[in-house]
């Protein structure tokens, strides 16, 4: 039921009864979003320190969409995973690190609890995670006329509804390939579930906003040799109007990536690069950094159906390791320290064979 079958549209929809069974819930390998509400009541309950749970919102097919808080430090960061419900990697690390934080007196633990307060949204898109799909419950007959709304991936992909609550002159002043004036932003923002994280993290003004992704199966080679794998590819936002309104988050957002860098590559073999991230405002990574913040992308590799437990294994020890090195590089100021322009020693991950978004099977490599 998973899928990896040659043949099948990846992203065909699934027709669902109210009986049966949604894809998530026929495997026990991901988290189901009750499973991320039973396991953010129990971090509540075992938590040492300051530990507050809120909910923010409802999906589009009313599952919750819960906040958690953990430290009592004066510098708020926010993480927010699965955006895209076929993107689970980073659910799964992010709550484990919650537990390392909330429960244990690891270093970590202890320096992250004392200066900081971390917002967690654990499972953004969860209409989309219970399906196993990218873009969350909007119908199909529910459409929009232009890219910027996610037409690339279904009628609403959540991370392309990141601008709605950026303000009308500095979309007025955007470079019209990033962002088109006449069309301007609809009264309603397809996608509650960014809509509530919007409303929850614009007026918070952190000091980063981090988004956990995976990218789809990616070897630097043409065949598909394991020791040849891209693990981690990064990204700081590069929208010209966001750069030019945000030279401090910009700055901070190039640091956050060569932290990732020096931490991770290497690490269990990882080979950490750049991500081919486009320039428009309406991805959470660009419209974070117009906000006003310093914004990354960390997508690891492997989409769900490309992945057995060791992959995903391993993917979240990487990844643990690089919101590691965003967490104590922040309590501790030394991401403060590191030369932005470092981000020049990183290597690019270079295109795709084929995007999420792509129509049918996926080609072999060549
Ligand atoms: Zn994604």
């Known amino acids: 039921m998973l899928g990896g079958i040659v043949g099948t549209g990846a992203f065909a929809t699934n027709v669902v009864s109210a009986s049966d069974p949604l894809p998530r819930e026929e495997t026990k390998r991901f988290y189901t979003h009750q499973d991320v509400q039973d396991e953010l009541d129990s971090l509540q309950r075992r938590a040492r320190g300051a530990f507050e749970l809120e909910d923010i919102g409802d999906s589009l097919e009313g599952r919750e969409l819960t906040v958690a808080r953990v430290g009592s430090g004066d510098t708020d960061v926010f993480f927010t995973t699965e955006q895209h419900g076929d993107e689970p990697t980073g659910t799964n690390a992010i709550l484990e690190d919650l537990r390392e934080i909330a429960t244990t007196n690891t270093p970590l633990a202890r320096?992250?609890?004392?200066?900081l307060t971390v917002h967690v949204l654990p499972m953004h898109n969860p209409d989309g995670a219970m399906r196993n799909q990218r873009r969350n419950a909007r119908p199909d007959d529910y459409t929009w006329e232009d890219p910027y709304f996610g037409e690339q991936s279904g009628p609403a992909d959540p991370n392309r509804q990141h601008y709605f609550n950026l303000d009308e002159e500095f979309l007025a002043d955007?470079?019209?390939?990033?962002?088109?004036?006449?069309?301007?932003?609809?009264?309603?923002?397809?996608s509650p579930e960014t809509q509530a994280m919007l409303d929850y993290v614009v007026p918070l003004e952190p000091e980063w906003v981090a988004d956990l992704h995976t990218q789809s199966f990616m070897y630097h080679g043409g065949d598909y040799n394991?020791?040849?794998?891209?693990?981690?590819?990064?990204?700081?936002?590069?929208?010209?109007?966001?750069?030019?309104?945000?030279?401090e988050g910009h700055e901070l957002s190039r640091r956050m990536n060569v932290a990732m860098y020096d931490r991770a590559d290497g690490f269990a073999n990882a080979a950490v690069?750049?991500?081919?991230?486009?320039?428009?405002?309406?991805?959470?990574?660009?419209a974070h950094g117009a906000y006003g913040y310093g914004s990354i992308l960390n997508e690891m590799t492997g989409q769900i159906d490309d992945r057995g437990n060791r992959m995903e294994g391993q993917?979240?020890?990487?990844?643990?390791?690089?919101?590691?090195?965003?967490l104590e590089g922040t309590a501790d100021g030394s991401l403060d320290d590191l030369d932005p322009d470092r981000v020049e020693e990183?290597?690019?991950?270079?295109?795709?064979?084929?995007?999420?978004w792509d129509e049918g099977y996926r080609p072999e490599p060549e």
């Not at 394991?226 to 030279?247: C, K, L, Q, T």
């Not at 993917?315 to 590691?324: G, L």
């Not at 990183?346 to 999420?356: E, F, K, Q, T, V």
């Open 346 to 356: 990183i290597p690019d991950r270079g295109d795709a064979w084929w995007w999420p």
């Open 111 to 115: 320096t992250v609890r004392e200066n």
């Open 273 to 286: 690069t750049v991500y081919p991230g486009g320039t428009t405002l309406n991805i959470a990574r660009n």
């Open 226 to 247: 394991p020791g040849d794998m891209h693990h981690s590819s990064n990204y700081w936002f590069i929208n010209e109007g966001a750069v030019d309104r945000n030279p």
């Open 315 to 326: 993917m979240v020890r990487i990844m643990r390791e690089e919101n590691a090195a965003l």
């Open 174 to 190: 955007a470079d019209e390939d990033e962002f088109d004036p006449d069309v301007g932003i609809p009264d309603e923002n397809p």
